[in-house]
């Protein structure tokens, strides 16, 4: 079974919204951390968002902050991102992770022990 699934990409004009969705099986979802990150051509993953499993903490990358909303609903196993206000920049496949036991780091990729196929978000000027 596939650990995560991303979904909700597209294309949107500049200053347009759209909200991506990530669905985990219950095992992943029970996971401590669950995170976005995105990753333009030539560019690093980047880190965007991400929500400890109670919902009570939410981390945000400095480039979305204000911008971009992470949320979860524990009873269908998905998280979300809510990205308003979008750039041009902000073009990227985006991905969903989750990390089972959340010791401090949930800026880095690599900490993270689950990811999704990606989805491309690509904002046009």
């Known amino acids: 079974q596939v650990p995560l699934v991303e979904s909700g990409g597209g294309l949107v004009q500049a200053w347009g919204s759209l909200r991506l969705s990530c669905t985990a099986s219950?095992?992943?979802?029970?996971?401590?951390?669950m995170g976005w990150f995105r990753q333009a051509p030539g560019k690093e993953r980047e880190f965007v968002a991400a929500?400890?499993?109670?919902?009570?903490?939410?981390y945000y990358g400095d480039s979305v902050k204000g911008r971009f909303t992470i949320s979860r609903d524990n009873a269908k196993n998905t998280v979300y991102l809510q990205m308003n206000s979008l750039k041009p920049e902000d073009t990227a496949v985006y991905y969903c992770?989750?990390?089972?036991?959340?010791?401090?780091?949930?800026?880095?990729?690599?900490?993270?022990?689950?990811w999704g196929q990606g989805t491309q978000v690509t904002v046009s000027s």
């Open positions: 992770a989750a990390k089972r036991l959340y010791s401090g780091d949930y800026y880095t990729a690599g900490a993270y022990d689950y």
């Open positions: 219950a095992r992943t979802f029970s996971s401590d951390l």
């Open positions: 929500t400890r499993r109670s919902g009570s903490r939410t």
